[in-house]
C-alpha cells in the first residue's frame, strides 16, 4: 500500500519537459509510482485542475538562527519551498566558544538585519563545533536544510578581537582549516566569505572576512577540495562593476577548491553593459578550467530600510559612523543640524535607495506623524515647507528610528522585466538571492519563487510555466549536487508542491511580531498553494502547517555529490 496517492494532476517534473497528467504514489518517502496509478494508498489526494511540481529549492537564506526556534523556517514553506540551503555570505552561528556567541549573535543581528533582542532569546548556544550543531537540528525540521560554514564566525574563533583589523598569521590560517575541515567532515555543505563593502559588525567595522589577505581566502577555499559534495560561496563586492581583481579571485577561489563558486546578487540595475561585465566573471573562470556562477533574482529590488539598522545606509560616504551609533545617540545626532547637513551633502549623489524625495513612509510609529504614511518624504517636505532630508528626518527621530522607509524601485519596468528573463534563461546564472531569514524588516523577497511560477508566468507571460519550475528545483539542485531531489522522478526523495496555476503568488506582504521577545519582521504568505510534502510528509496544507517535521538535515558527501569543474571533468 502506498502512503501517499496524488491523483488528477498536471504533472511539470522539473526536467523542463512539457506537463502531463500523471498520478504520483509515495512509500517510505519516495517516490514509487508514476502515471496511472492503482494500487491503494493510506491517503489521496485529489489534485484535479492542480499542478504537482518538484519541492522549490532556495540555495541562498539565512535561515541559521531561525531554524532554532521554528522548524518551518517561516514563511518560505508558504511559497512551496520545501529545500533550503543556509550559512551563506561567511555568517554562521557555528563554530563558536562562549566567547564568541557574543560577538557571533551581534554581527548576525546587524549585518542580516535581525532584532538582536530575538537572538539572544531564541538562539541557546549549546554546541561548540558546526557537527554538534548539525547534530542538534536531526528530526527538528520540517523542510530539509543543509548549511555552508562561515569564514567570519571561524576567523572570530580563531583570532578573537584580532579577527577585525589583523591579517592573520600562518598558524592562525592553519588553525582556520582545520576547523573547516572538520566542518566539512561533519556535513557542512561548503565553505562561505564575504568582501562586501556592505558587510559592516555592530561596531561599524567590516566583518572579518574582509580583513582576510587573498591568500588565506584561497586556503580555506582549498580545505572543500577534499571533502565530497561540497561548494563555495561569496558575496565578492557591492560595487557596480567587478574590477579585474574581483573577477580574478573568483576563478582563483574556484581552482582552489576544485568547486564552483556561487555569488550573490546579479541584478538588472545598470543594464546591459553591468551584466556583460559581471558575467565576464563566469566566462574567464571557464577559459581557465573553473566554474563561477552567479544568482540572481526573479524580482524588483524593493527595499523597507530604516535608520534603526542602519542597513545599506551605512554604506553612503562618511554615514557608517552615525549608522552603528546606539538608538539614543543617533536619535541625538539625526536632531543635530549639523550632522543632518553633512549626511545629506555626503549622500547628494546617492543611489537609488537613497533618493529621498521619492522614499515613502510606509509605516510610522509616533501619532504625530500617521497624516504622513503612505507619503514620500518630497510630498511631506513640500507640504511643511521645508528641506526633503528635514522632513525624513523629523518623521525618523519622532518615530525614534523605527519608520519603514521604502525607496522607489528603478527596476520595475518593461526593459529590466526582459533583462530578468534573459538572466533566467542564461546557463551561466542561478536563480536566488532571497536571503530568506535575513533583513528581516527591510526585504520581502521570500517570496521571489511564488512570484516566478507565479505572475512571471501567468500575467508578465516572461517564461513558461516549465522552464519556470525547473530554475527553481533541477537547476539548484544540480548546482549542489544534491542526490535525487528537484525533479520528480521514480525513486527520487517525495518533496511535492501542489498549487493552482490560475491563482499561485505571493500575498501582500504585512508586518509581524512574532520573532522571539516580540521582534518585529516582514511576512506574507501565497495564494492558490495546496499542498507542500518533504519526504512524502505534508509539511504545509493551504497556508497553515501541519507541525510535522519530515525534514533532512542535508550533510556534504551523504546527500550531495561532487560537481567537478571543467578542469576536473
Not at 334 to 360: F, K, Y
Not at 411 to 428: C, G, I, S, Y
Request: proline share 6%.
Amino acid at each position: 500500500m502506498l502512503d501517499l496517492l496524488i491523483t488528477g494532476a498536471e504533472l511539470v517534473d522539473g526536467t523542463g519537459a512539457p506537463r502531463r497528467r500523471a498520478d504520483v504514489g509515495v512509500r517510505d518517502g519516495r517516490i514509487v509510482a508514476l502515471g496511472t496509478v492503482d494500487e491503494p494508498a493510506r491517503r489521496t489526494v485529489d489534485a484535479d485542475g492542480r499542478i504537482v511540481a518538484p519541492g522549490f529549492i532556495d540555495p541562498h537564506t539565512h535561515y541559521d538562527a531561525q531554524i532554532q526556534w521554528d522548524a518551518g523556517v517561516s514563511p518560505s514553506p508558504l511559497h512551496g519551498v520545501s529545500t533550503i540551503v543556509g550559512g551563506n555570505c561567511g555568517f554562521t552561528i557555528a563554530p563558536v566558544v562562549p566567547e564568541t556567541t557574543d560577538y557571533v549573535t551581534r554581527m548576525l543581528a546587524r549585518v542580516e538585519g535581525m532584532p538582536v533582542a530575538s537572538l539572544q532569546a531564541g538562539v541557546r548556544f549549546g554546541w561548540s563545533t558546526f557537527g554538534e550543531w548539525l547534530d542538534g537540528l536531526e528530526g527538528a525540521v520540517a523542510v530539509n536544510a543543509g548549511f555552508l560554514v562561515g569564514h567570519s564566525t571561524i576567523r572570530r574563533l580563531v583570532m578573537g578581537e584580532a579577527a577585525v583589523g589583523e591579517l592573520a598569521s600562518p598558524d592562525q590560517v592553519a588553525a582556520m582549516a582545520r576547523i573547516a575541515h572538520a566542518s566539512l567532515d561533519a556535513g557542512a555543505l561548503g565553505f562561505s566569505s564575504s568582501r562586501a563593502e556592505s558587510h559592516r559588525d555592530h561596531h561599524g567595522d567590516p566583518v572579518p572576512s574582509r580583513h582576510a589577505a587573498p591568500a588565506e581566502l584561497l586556503e580555506l577555499c582549498a580545505t572543500v577540495r577534499d571533502h565530497e559534495g561540497t561548494i563555495l560561496e561569496i558575496v565578492p563586492s557591492a560595487q557596480l562593476y567587478f574590477d579585474a581583481e574581483v573577477i580574478e579571485l573568483l576563478t582563483a577561489m574556484s581552482l582552489a577548491g576544485r568547486r564552483s563558486v556561487n555569488w550573490n546578487l546579479l541584478g538588472v540595475l545598470g543594464g546591459e553593459k553591468k551584466i556583460r561585465n559581471k558575467l565576464g566573471a563566469s566566462d574567464h573562470a571557464a577559459n581557465h578550467g573553473a566554474r563561477v556562477i552567479p544568482l540572481t533574482m526573479p524580482d524588483p529590488q524593493a527595499m523597507r530600510l530604516s535608520f534603526a539598522t542602519g542597513f545599506v545606509y551605512d554604506m553612503l560616504p562618511g554615514w557608517a559612523e552615525t549608522m552603528a551609533l546606539a538608538p539614543e545617540a543617533k536619535i541625538r545626532a539625526l536632531r543635530d543640524p549639523a550632522i543632518r547637513g553633512m549626511l545629506e551633502q555626503a549622500s547628494a549623489d546617492a543611489p537609488w535607495w537613497a533618493n529621498w524625495p521619492e522614499t515613502t513612509f510606509a509605516q510610522v510609529v509616533a501619532p504625530e506623524n500617521r497624516r504622513w504614511e503612505g507619503r514620500t518624504a518630497g510630498d511631506v517636505a513640500r507640504e511643511r515647507g521645508i528641506g526633503v532630508f528635514d522632513a525624513l528626518c523629523d518623521v525618523v527621530v519622532a518615530d525614534e528610528l523605527h519608520t519603514g522607509l521604502v525607496p522607489l524601485p528603478i527596476d520595475d519596468n518593461a526593459e529590466n522585466w526582459a533583462l530578468r528573463a534573459k538572466l533566467w534563461r542564461d546557463p551561466r546564472v542561478v536563480i536566488g538571492g532571497s536571503d530568506a531569514g535575513a533583513h528581516l524588516d527591510t526585504i520581502w523577497t521570500f517570496n521571489c519563487i511564488s512570484s516566478l511560477v507565479g505572475p512571471s508566468v501567468r500575467e508578465r507571460e516572461l517564461i513558461e510555466l516549465e522552464e519556470a519550475v525547473r530554475l527553481v528545483t533541477d537547476v539548484p539542485a544540480r548546482m549542489y549536487g544534491l542526490r535525487q531531489r528537484g525533479r520528480v522522478q521514480l525513486g527520487w526523495h517525495a518533496d511535492l508542491v501542489v498549487f493552482d496555476p490560475e491563482t499561485f503568488g505571493p500575498e501582500p506582504v504585512r508586518t509581524a511580531t512574532d520573532l522571539p521577545a516580540g521582534g518585529e519582521r516582514l511576512v506574507g504568505g501565497a495564494t492558490g498553494l495546496d499542498h507542500l510534502f518533504v519526504n512524502g510528509v505534508e509539511i504545509v496544507r493551504g497556508q497553515e502547517y501541519t507541525g510535522e517535521r519530515p525534514g533532512t538535515v542535508l550533510r556534504s558527501g551523504r546527500d550531495t555529490a561532487t560537481v567537478p569543474i571543467p578542469a576536473d571533468q
